[in-house]
């Protein structure tokens, strides 16, 4: 009987990939097990519903309340089942649809924001070192006649420096190139390998994780590669996660693998498509918020879960990439960009640096937004952040049919006599992104099927609007794509709880901006110039972004998206010790600005839910 | 039948522990398996005749050329066999003699020249961090409210007191104890652990491993422990060594791990005598000549083998201890002093320290005396060094019944009307080590059976000897131990070939006393002081070094010796940093002098070969 059997198979279509596991354990452990990603983004509490799976054949659980409530009747008797709380009792054959999975999502740019001469940290010097010489008395060590060699007073020599130089003499007949980190020498190696001179700038989001591969010889970019942070599957966004970890050192140092993992992935494959080696990779950089930071180092981030959200460490880290467990040459250094605050980390540093907040004379605002959106005001280079608890509605969660920017999301929508949707790759489409969702709610509001408040307009007020559109209401939404467009199979609709998220985060994001320039005196008129950073920013129409009080109203000239901006901060760290510098001390005289508990903040977050809080001025 | 089967048992008597091993292996390979120490001076190559066992039955390979050569037929008829040479072919029992083991020396003594105020390199702290707080404004990281609580402007913090930080402020309730290397935070513990610091001063000889325990928050010496240095075991000397290793990465490492596993098993037995943890010691340091300096550190010594004898460093290294697998707190930090040539080691480096040559005004003089013997003259502090290749006679090795230092080790010699000597630790006598043979030589050459050349006297021209001594006049030789009262069973001879070698190795040693001196202008008449260093040099008799010529003659209190003073240099770098700046300091300014190929070098040692050189001035 199968119920005997311990082991069962759990098969994957169309896949056709297996993985074994106990009886009782769940098809998304059985997924991991099989190396097939399953999008699981609250943490397998059974909540999102983005892990849908359908049961081809086999025994399975019967369906828990989380399934339920969850999922209609008629899928359930369709085989449909959420993938982290349906347990198998016995083999199993499951398909996986396209929109349950992890894929890569589009590239975010980060894009350099000026032209960088190549000056990196790591350097490498080809260097001849005359033999010790009996006739010319020359008794002194190897090492002493290397740095007499590079005309350079002996300074610190890395261990494995010293270990390797006698082998790289030999074998390079004298002829060796030394690298440096800074003045202390990291390895020689035999002959001249100067050429081959690499480094990746990280980007580790909560989301997702981005590899940007430089040849730090030239300064010329190689290549990008991105995962989906496989963190998620613990727990979609920051809190979860620390809750997961519950400062529990196993549980910390499981998260740490798992983001090492997804870097070692995407440092193989950004060495595997430029033909280098990850020997090569001397140097990298890294932002991340601050969990995010905190967990890539494993560091246990429990302090980051409650007030007053003291991060452990803000102070740049500085670390042999190995100890960390990276793949890339033996002795390449990785440096962190510093946090700021506990919900203000290294990848608003990045952000500060790309966008030139520090360097600019007048009034600028820049916003990064991501899982979480963080918010600076500079004023004449002196700059103050904060941190808005937006949440991650832009991408995907929380929202009915909400998805990342993957192929066959709804990324841009505009409405005339008719609707016209954009998919990502011109799939037929799976869900609704955070560009889409800006579009569609601005273009609704615009059209007039949503209220100033939110609130989707009765029916009965319509009846003005093209028919085509009339067609698409429904009872509490409105439908981007009927069921026999959608690529599910389902209508794909926003809802009156969709609107609500967005609303709850455009208003801590506007809130945010407002309060802080509050503070320093001025209002969103005075502003020179507002950036807006994000993947997710390279991608929303800005006349909707100001149309549904996302941001201030402000000349469209004055707006600018810097794409991937925290990725960008950490390639300029990479390409140039100088920029590097720059980026450090500047972050070191960030102010930092709480805004929980600040009742001018709780005022603002009020009104600033209206979706035309700024369109009337 | 048992030449069908691979492995066989050795079994060792008295111990009755066996070790396992293939057929056709050798003896002394089941010895160390069975961790049953036997003593291989010659690297394995079946020369010293040291490591004889006895078999008492079982199967085994007929003698071999050098057991034939090396031993009596009546010796093979009982069984004696070179455990490194005879090849097991079926289960076997074998006694090791008491002879033929390695066991602990005397200690040396390695007494500080001064008292010396603890102020250790590395640095424990106990301090209480305010936590962060809402209604105070203060968000700040923890390490950053760490450093304003230990009122130090935030410095270099090592990646593992970053991970260590929170769960030591969780479990400490705020209050930590901090340990600093120099600037930079090491670790962080919860509560007040600033008593147990606790450092070791490691000297890596040839023959022998020491270690020396210290308080490092009072001071005090906690202990001391030796080991026979295991890479003895291929190959007695610098030389043997170095051939074995071929530049061979798999060899150097091999004889690394040796090495690191005799410093493990000392700090574990230093450790467990003073009840603490090995997780408390901290910090070491380290001497050791430059050959077992680089193996130590599994840098490749091939270079030292071979003309100009150039090291691959002689810059003072620091090193994370675990990282070369030393068993301390994961963070200890080990510190060598630094080389000055291929052979003037960190170990000489340490007798500079002890001696305080680099602080005297005068002419100076040390000499140490180990397997090698390494010779500073300072005039008014400049100090010059070279390296005379003395050899490891002292230590026994080449004379015909040399041993170490150990138990059983006739170590002094008087003759009056008849011979009496003194053995370590009363017991019969097994052979002689240094102090032994020099007493020998000289009381010797005293009473006339020694001619100033080094010969035999005719015995017919010694008629006047008492007869005691006519009785152990022998052919080409002397018998200090008859077999009736030996511990072996055998005679114990000083023979005409052990005369030459000492002759050897004390022409060297005073060649290069005079030649140094020479080259300053100075005769050993100008020398204000001569320091002998050496664990030998402790046990000697003053008269009989000056009267055999291995030092220039000198009114005795001039003469000093300073017993282990490597080991003191090392012991004084561990207690103070300000002990370690100065040796590190007066190190670098040492000019090194290359005797080989050296004319007035080669003059003197022609001449000090004579016995009574310098006694006739």
Redesign the interface.
């Given at each position: 009987m199968t119920n005997t059997i311990n082991k069962v198979l759990v098969t994957f279509l169309p896949d056709e990939v297996a993985g074994e596991i106990n009886v009782g354990e769940t098809i998304l452990t059985a997924a991991r097990r099989a190396g097939v990603a399953i999008d699981a983004p609250c943490g397998r509490r059974g909540r999102c519903g983005k892990c849908r799976v359908r049961v081809l054949s086999g025994e399975i659980s019967a369906p828990a309340s989380e399934e339920l409530s969850l999922l209609q009747p008629g899928e359930l008797a369709a085989g449909e089942r959420l993938a982290c709380v349906a347990t198998v009792l016995g083999a199993l054959t499951v398909v996986v649809p396209e929109s349950s999975r992890n894929m890569t999502r589009r590239k975010g740019t980060a894009a350099l924001p000026y032209p960088i001469t190549p000056e990196p940290w790591t350097r490498k010097i080809c260097v001849a070192v005359p033999?010790?010489?009996?006739a010319q008395?020359?008794?002194?060590?190897?090492?002493?006649?290397l740095w007499t060699a590079l005309n350079i007073t002996?300074g610190e020599?890395e261990?494995a420096a010293?270990?390797a130089?006698?082998?790289a003499l030999?074998a390079g007949d004298g002829t060796v190139t030394v690298v440096f980190a800074g003045e202390r020498l990291l390895t020689v190696e035999a002959g001249e390998t100067s050429a081959a001179h690499y480094g990746v700038a990280l980007d580790i989001g909560t989301t997702t994780v981005a590899g940007y591969l430089v040849n730090l010889r030239t300064g010329a970019e190689m290549g990008t590669a991105s995962l989906p942070n496989p963190q998620g599957i613990d727990g979609a966004d920051v809190i979860s996660r620390i809750e997961y970890t519950q400062?529990n050192?196993e549980r910390v140092r499981k998260l740490q693998n798992s983001v090492i993992g997804a870097v070692n992935t995407i440092l193989g494959t950004l060495a595997g498509e430029a033909e280098i080696s990850v020997a090569e990779i001397y140097e990298l950089t890294m932002v991340g918020n601050t969990c995010m930071h905190h967990l890539f180092?494993?560091?246990?981030p429990?302090?980051l879960g409650h007030?007053?959200?003291?991060?452990?460490?803000?102070?740049p880290?500085t670390?042999r990439a190995t100890?960390l467990g990276i793949h890339a040459h033996p002795q390449a250094q990785l440096r962190a960009l510093p946090?700021i605050?506990?919900f203000v980390g290294a990848d608003t540093v990045g952000v500060l640096g790309a966008s030139q907040l520090a360097t600019r004379s007048g009034l600028y605002c820049a916003v990064d937004i991501g899982t979480n959106a963080e918010v600076l005001i500079a004023k004449n280079g002196r700059v103050v952040a904060c941190s808005t608890a937006a949440g991650p509605a832009f991408e995907g969660a929380k929202i009915t049919h909400g998805m990342r920017a993957q192929a066959g999301a709804i990324d841009g929508v505009s409405i005339t006599d008719e609707l016209t949707i954009h998919t990502i790759d011109e799939r037929a489409p799976l869900g609704i992104c955070g560009s889409g969702i800006i579009d569609a709610i601005g273009e609704l509001r615009r059209v007039g099927v949503i209220e100033s408040s939110g609130r989707f307009t009765d029916h009965d007020e319509l009846t003005d609007l093209p028919a085509a559109l009339q067609a698409r209401l429904r009872e509490g939404g409105f439908a981007l794509a009927t069921a026999a467009k959608s690529g599910t199979g389902n209508e794909i609709l926003l809802t009156q709880h969709d609107i609500r998220e967005v609303q709850l985060v455009k208003s801590a994001i506007y809130s945010g901006i407002l309060t802080m320039l509050e503070k320093l005196g001025h209002t969103p008129a005075d502003l020179d110039g507002l950036y807006i950073a994000g993947a997710f920013g390279a991608y929303i129409t800005r006349e909707h972004a100001i149309g549904i009080g996302l941001i201030p109203n402000m000349p469209l000239e004055k707006l600018h998206f810097l794409g991937n901006a925290a990725g960008a901060g950490a390639k300029m760290a990479l390409l140039s010790t100088h920029e590097y510098d720059k980026i450090i001390t500047s972050a070191a005289e960030v102010g930092?600005v709480?805004l929980?508990?600040d009742p001018a903040f709780s005022e603002h977050f009020m009104y600033s839910m209206e979706l035309d809080v700024d369109c009337g001025e």
């Open positions: 033999p010790a010489d009996l008395r020359d008794f002194r060590a190897d090492l002493t006649r002996e020599s261990y010293v270990t130089l006698p082998g030999l400062r050192g180092f494993g560091i246990d429990a302090t007030a007053p959200y003291a991060p452990v460490v803000t102070a880290l670390i100890t946090n605050a506990g930092y709480e929980a508990g």
